[in-house]
């Protein structure tokens, strides 16, 4: 067994690699585009919160496998031509900057109003407001369901392989068709995939105890 994990873990970690690295692009990408729509939420015009709401409600109840079938099959048709990569990363970006932002949306619109009009006492512009006075405050409890859906993220990722991505999930099903010894195979990914998940969790859990004490 263990000449076996040593033999299969070169295979398994470069695509561990590969799912790392998109994750971290899905995390940093939707983590941008959901602050920017929970902003957007919180304080954008009427028609601007409409069109967000139709975005997030439409990209949230999307299975997350048919939109990655979507953007690497469709677009084709509409003269956008994506490689399987960006096309998967894109996918997953969309999916999850819907979800950031709700949690965003939720963390911005929990600070009490009076933190705005103080900051309008005293000159602050709209920027500068949302910059020292509501952002600061809503960061913390932003932070705990982020570091959640950072897990999801990294859960998702497993998908991509559906489009040829030789991510963790795929490098595992390339090394059992060579070695047809599947459940070693899986049980080693799936604690890369703990490892992982679980780091996260602990993550989450220090933040919230972090920030629990903390009272407006």
């Not at 096309?87 to 949306?105: C, N, P, Q, T």
């Not at 509501?134 to 990294?154: E, G, H, K, M, Y």
């Not at 933040?207 to 629990?212: I, K, M, S, V």
């Amino acid at each position: 067994m263990i000449d076996f994990t040593l033999r299969t873990l070169p295979f398994l970690w470069e695509g561990l690699l590969i799912t790392l690295w998109v994750s971290a692009l899905v995390v940093a990408a939707s983590l941008v585009a959901g602050v920017l729509i929970g902003i957007g939420f919180a304080y954008g015009p009427l028609w601007l919160r409409f069109l967000l709401r139709v975005y997030s409600d439409v990209l949230r109840g999307t299975p997350l496998l048919v939109l990655i079938f979507c953007v690497y099959y469709l677009l084709p048709f509409a003269g956008v031509n994506l490689q399987p990569f960006p096309a998967a990363v894109i996918a997953l970006a969309a999916f999850k900057s819907a979800h950031v932002g709700e949690i965003a949306r939720g963390a911005i619109q929990s600070i009490h109003a009076g933190q705005t009009d103080a900051g309008k006492a005293i000159g602050l512009t709209f920027a500068q407001r949302l910059a020292y006075v509501i952002l600061p405050q809503a960061v913390r409890r932003f932070l705990p369901p982020w570091v959640n859906s950072v897990t999801d993220a990294v859960k998702g990722s497993s998908l991509v392989s559906l489009v040829g991505i030789v991510d963790l999930m795929l490098a595992s099903q390339q090394v059992i068709g060579r070695t047809y010894e599947p459940m070693p195979v899986y049980v080693l990914a799936a604690f890369m995939y703990f490892v992982i998940n679980y780091s996260l969790s602990v993550a989450s859990r220090r933040l919230e105890t972090r920030y629990a004490y903390i009272r407006e």
